[in-house]
């Protein structure tokens, strides 16, 4: 559905990990992602 309102959706396979950044929005898929989120906060805030 929310392909279909024009939203941009990504994944990779479950358990892995996976963050995004979009402006000041950083987001990660499951627990896995918590360090790939936190390096882009930290590069973020430099």
Known sequence: M???KG???SKIGNW?????E???LITGQNP???SKVAD?????LK
Not at 16 to 20: E, K, N, S
Request: charge should be positive.
């Open 7 to 9: 939203a941009n959706y």
């Open 40 to 44: 882009l906060l930290m590069k973020k």
């Open 16 to 20: 892995q990990p996976y963050a995004l």
């Open 32 to 34: 896995a992602s918590s």
């Open 22 to 24: 979009d402006g000041l």
């Open 2 to 4: 929310m392909k279909e």
